[in-house]
């Protein structure tokens, strides 16, 4: 099974990630941000991973550092767990809708870490959760992935259902991105022979 293991401690944050990328989808999270909670639980859900983040965070200041670090400790344990890559489909993208909502996931296991982000949210906060945390998240991971992701919701209007479709939507294509082709035969997906 491909696994791995992230500590990752610092003045404002002590996080700890585990991943299996051929899991089940099962979720042991708790950050103390109660809307991350629910967006990573969704993530492994719908990524069919097993995932456990323990998250220990300076939340008397506010919920960034927790969720930028926590974005961070999950993209490197990814990273680890993908390993040489050889095998991987590695490109996948999906249209995902949640009720009025639609985004559009694309993503490259590339190596070469960017983020495209086109998704505007209608309201400052989810609950106590600001909603520009989203891209932080998404930043954060994607660099420390080594993801090539770009992520636009090409329409809503409940911030809610928009930042839930946008994590969906990068379980499911990250899901298909990481999945074994059998007709690789355990070669790396690239020209170069690396990624």
């Not at 089940?24 to 109660?34: D, L, M, N, R, Y």
């Not at 680890?80 to 694309?106: C, F, N, W």
């Not at 090409?154 to 294509?173: D, Q, T």
Request: hydrophobic share 40%; glycine share 8%; with cysteine.
């Amino acid at each position: 099974m491909r696994s791995a293991s992230v500590s990752r401690r610092t003045a404002e944050t002590d996080v700890a990630v585990s991943i299996a990328l051929d899991g089940t989808g099962k979720a042991e999270i708790s950050t103390g941000v109660g809307f991350l909670d629910h967006m990573l639980e969704l993530f492994a859900r719908h990524g069919l991973f097993d995932l456990t983040v323990k998250v220990t965070g300076d939340l008397h200041v506010d919920q960034h550092h927790t969720t930028e670090d926590t974005g961070i400790a999950l993209g490197q344990a990814i990273l680890q767990a993908l390993g040489d890559k050889k095998g991987i489909s590695r490109y996948a993208d999906i249209h995902l809708p949640m009720d009025e909502t639609l985004t559009r996931v694309a993503l490259d296991i590339s190596g070469r870490p960017f983020l495209v982000f086109r998704t505007t949210f209608p309201t400052e906060k989810i609950g106590v959760f600001d909603t520009e945390l989203v891209r932080e998240f998404f930043q954060a991971f994607a660099i420390n992935a080594g993801l090539t992701l770009h992520v636009e919701t090409l329409y809503g209007e409940n911030s809610h259902h928009i930042a839930e479709s946008c994590f969906k939507g990068l379980a499911r294509a990250l899901r298909q991105a990481v999945a074994l082709d059998p007709r690789e035969e355990g070669r790396v997906p690239s020209t170069k022979g690396t990624l």
